[in-house]
């Protein structure tokens, strides 16, 4: 379903409207929310532009990559454009989009808006505004004029390449659901190597990828997810849900022929971190702009914009960061002990984890209010008190010195209790963990009480089964429930719901009643539109915003990744269509809970 809006110039008299062309399609509504477009013609040069919104109920806005967002009470929305997307030349075409969330008992977005206008501010110091009218009368989409100067590289199809590389045949075809578990162990891992920033090893297996952002003050690490800022605290995040797969479930990578590969993945993070620990007391949290990057769709290995580094310090500390990379790194020291290929690097983890510890207790504070950039996209909701407990709880597991058992029980006797697991909320997790370390009863008794209350909880699931947490990576939500509570069971705690977490799995893998794997690559039917930059571009020739308009698949085919799946309680509220990055955006952290629940189950099979 689209809705296009018709955008109407007025000045002070009502005689003096004109039509203004463009486009303001929701490509998406449900009750509750909707997904928007919008494509703005700039018939002169701007310096700025401010959109203006005005609810009948209360509603929030997310996503706007282009813009500010401010508040005035819960009815009264403006968004200022950043200096980047409100400078626009004549002819051109601006694209951006938003979601707009309302209470679910509001059936249509015409019911919760009540009125949108547009202010552009043009480089003649005069300025002109718009409201806009929603209709349903669809309209040709805007295009800009053409490029006086048009690129001569011909311009490639979007047909995907003929067959995947070598290097990605499957070593195994899944005939059975261990067989699946295995293939999809193997393809996570292959999207781990798409998502590579930095110089890219002689045995890179995806081999349309190449070297990129060379010239980033830290080089390597990996890119969050269609696009190219390299996130931090999420990164260290899904690295520690994989090397917690990693540690408790070794033979079933073995089993898979993927031991070395998830090494591999691994490490690709922990060399990141151990080079972005600048200095005792100094962490480099992100590198890149996420609204500067967002404004670019094209390739890694092509891209321009600036990409500065941002870090938390003893003046700008970051607790939760700290915490959190401490424990990617004390996990991965556990993964690494006695490598005879690198005898050393476990040691180095551990050490770095440790002083990124004591950092984080040192100077505490939330990291996304010293990195402001960061809040816009992975604010820490939860504050720094569930990484502290996280990062004490890996620690002692990895050195076994009870001072930082005595931390993690201390601060996890203050933490409450959560609904999920996810980057930004360890709580449960961390019960979880100290219920496998410590075997304390009280820990058991809440790792059960979490699996019972989640994976039992039928008003919250699919009719199909999937356990529904929210719209915004739904998968990636059940994926981490499933896997920690896989992992409880297979340490011994009694009554966890099993047969529903392993469900989760078989649920994204295609048991579902589409019969639909939500794993790029997995089975017949999967997504070929995933929201993801790189993969959108063909071998050869441009790729730009033309690219994430295509129709067609993406020409490269993201082998093993993820996407977020339905949107809501019903499991067809999901469409394979790259505009749509709530049910089709990738990231590390969805795979990273999902590729170890694989490794849980995978332990399981004869």
Not at 71 to 83: C, F, N
Not at 235 to 243: D, F, G, L, N, S
Request: proline share 6%; net charge neutral; glycine share 8%.
């Amino acid at each position: 379903m689209f809705v296009v809006v018709s955008w109407l110039l007025f000045g002070i008299a009502a005689s003096r409207l004109e039509d203004c062309s463009g486009r303001f399609e929701v490509i998406d509504n449900w009750e509750g929310g909707c997904n928007v477009e919008m494509d703005i013609v700039i018939k002169k040069g701007t310096t700025a532009w401010i959109l203006g919104l005005i609810s009948r109920e209360p509603l929030t806005l997310a996503n706007f990559w282009a813009g500010e967002v401010g508040w005035k009470g819960t009815k009264e929305i403006t968004v200022r454009s950043y200096d980047w997307a409100g400078k626009q030349s004549p002819g051109s075409v601006f694209s951006t989009g938003f979601v707009l969330n309302y209470n679910p008992a509001i059936k249509s977005y015409k019911d919760a808006i009540k009125k949108i206008t547009l202010t552009l501010k043009y480089t003649d110091r005069t300025s002109q505004k718009c409201r806009i009218v929603l209709d349903d009368k669809p309209s040709p989409k805007p295009t800009p004029k053409p490029d006086p100067k048009p690129n001569p590289t011909p311009i490639p199809t979007d047909e995907p390449e003929p067959g995947p590389n070598p290097t990605e045949e499957p070593t195994v075809k899944p005939n059975s659901p261990c067989d699946k578990y295995k293939r999809a162990l193997e393809l996570s891992l292959l999207f781990y190597e798409a998502q590579r920033s930095g110089k890219l090893p002689p045995n890179q297996r995806v081999k349309w990828r190449k070297d990129s952002a060379l010239n980033d003050e830290i080089v390597g690490g990996y890119y969050d997810a269609g696009d190219y800022v390299k996130f931090g605290f999420p990164m260290a995040a899904a690295t520690t849900m994989v090397a917690w797969g990693a540690v408790d479930f070794k033979s079933s990578y073995q089993r898979a022929g993927q031991w070395a590969n998830v090494k591999a993945m691994i490490k690709w993070a922990t060399d990141y971190f151990i080079e972005a620990h600048t200095s005792k007391y100094e962490l480099v949290g992100q590198i890149g702009l996420g609204d500067v990057d967002h404004a670019y769709w094209g390739r890694p290995e092509e891209m321009t914009m600036r990409r500065p580094s941002l870090r938390i310090s003893a003046s700008k500390p970051g607790s939760d960061l700290a915490a959190e990379t401490a424990a990617a790194l004390a996990a991965a020291s556990i993964v690494f002990k006695g490598d005879q290929a690198n005898p050393e690097y476990s040691a180095k983890c551990l050490r770095h984890a440790k002083e990124l510890y004591e950092f984080a207790e040192k100077y505490k504070g939330k990291y996304s209010d010293s990195i402001p950039d960061a809040a816009k996209f992975y604010k820490s909701w939860s504050g720094y008190q569930d990484e502290m407990a996280w990062g004490a709880a890996w620690l002692h597991r990895a050195t076994g010195e009870n001072s930082y058992r005595t931390k993690a029980m201390e601060i996890t006797s203050t933490l409450g209790s959560a609904g999920e697991i996810s980057w930004d909320n360890k709580v449960e997790a961390v019960k979880i963990l100290l219920a496998i370390t410590t075997e304390r009863q009280e820990y058991r008794d809440a790792a059960r009480g979490f699996c019972q209350r989640i994976l039992n909880c039928d008003t919250c699931k699919t009719n199909d089964g999937l356990v529904f947490i929210q719209p915004w990576g739904s998968l990636r939500h059940a994926s981490n429930v499933a896997f920690a509570c896989l992992a409880a069971d297979a340490a011994g705690v009694t009554s966890i719901p099993y047969a529903s977490a392993k469900h989760q799995i078989n649920y994204i893998l295609g048991e579902n009643t589409r019969k639909f794997s939500y794993v790029v690559g997995l089975g017949s039917r999967y997504p070929t539109q995933p929201h993801h930059a790189s993969s959108s571009c063909p071998i050869v020739g441009p790729c730009n915003w033309d690219n994430y308009r295509s129709t067609k698949p993406n020409p490269q085919v993201l082998r093993g990744a993820l996407v977020g799946g339905p949107k809501s309680r019903d499991d067809n509220d999901y469409v394979d269509v790259r505009s749509d990055y709530v049910t089709n955006e990738v990231t590390t952290d969805y795979n990273a809970g999902f590729q170890s629940a694989l490794a849980a189950l995978l332990s399981t099979c004869k």
